[in-house]
């Protein structure tokens, strides 16, 4: 089945405390990008990758980094988190910027 | 400035029709996505527009006028299964970041 998977689902931690959030997908996708979602302020990239060893930012990449090793998997990292990083964050596919996205489940995230 | 801006709320009845409408400023324009989310689901894709006009898609279509940075998102027949967020969005310049805007929470009523 084409899926795309982030793990984890849910995510409760410590302002400081350094954590990788995970995105994999099985459908050979060339672009890849991770979101941010917001009440009142909508779904926002975060970083978004070309391909293997190609990322770039998005609209809100402070605090965050992400690598492109794989072409399947494109993890999330937060080196040192904090309270305004308390969010749902989104892992999207597709093979090429302008086709259709597909999303994954979704990682809610609570920095306290 | 690069900005994308709709409605934040619409309320139908089940069996009309609705559009939901949407106005971009980008400084490089490479089409229009539309999605559809349910409350605690992810998002999914309905459409993608780059040429100007109308594209038909079952219930649903979606309009681009790319002169007036302008875009609609057309729902035919509503169902109470259409009670969702719909989401407009358009790469910042060509092959950049892509933004969204706040989107449009649709509520079907019986």
């Known amino acids: 089945e084409a899926q795309v998977t982030q793990n984890p689902r849910y995510l409760i931690t410590v302002t400081g405390k350094k954590l990788t959030v995970t995105c994999s997908q099985n459908?050979?996708?060339?672009?890849m990008s991770w979101y941010r979602q917001d009440p009142g302020l909508g779904l926002r990239q975060i970083y978004y990758?070309?391909?293997?060893?190609?990322?770039d930012k998005g609209d809100v990449p402070e605090g965050y980094k992400v690598s492109r090793k794989e072409k399947r998997n494109f993890p999330l990292i937060l080196e040192s988190p904090s309270p305004n990083q308390t969010s749902l964050y989104f892992c999207?596919?597709?093979?090429?910027?302008?086709?259709?996205?597909?999303f994954g489940q979704g990682t809610r995230l609570t920095v306290v | 400035g690069q900005n994308i801006d709709q409605p934040t709320e619409m309320t139908a009845t089940e069996g009309a029709i609705v559009q939901i409408n949407c106005t971009y400023q980008?400084?490089?324009?490479?089409?229009l996505f539309w999605y559809q989310q349910h409350a605690g689901e992810a998002p999914t894709f309905l459409s993608y527009?780059?040429?100007?006009g109308l594209e038909e898609k079952g219930r649903f279509s979606s309009f681009l006028s790319r002169s007036k940075g302008y875009s609609y998102l057309l729902l035919k027949e509503l169902q109470m299964k259409d009670s969702a967020s719909y989401l407009c969005?358009?790469?910042?310049?060509?092959?950049?970041?892509?933004?969204f805007g706040k989107g449009t929470t649709l509520s079907v009523s019986s």
């Open positions: 980008t400084s490089g324009f490479n089409g």
């Open positions: 969005a358009a790469f910042k310049q060509a092959g950049t970041a892509l933004i």
């Open positions: 999207a596919s597709s093979l090429l910027p302008n086709t259709e996205a597909f």
């Open positions: 459908m050979n996708h060339e672009y």
């Open positions: 990758s070309m391909n293997v060893e190609v990322t």
């Open positions: 527009n780059v040429l100007d």
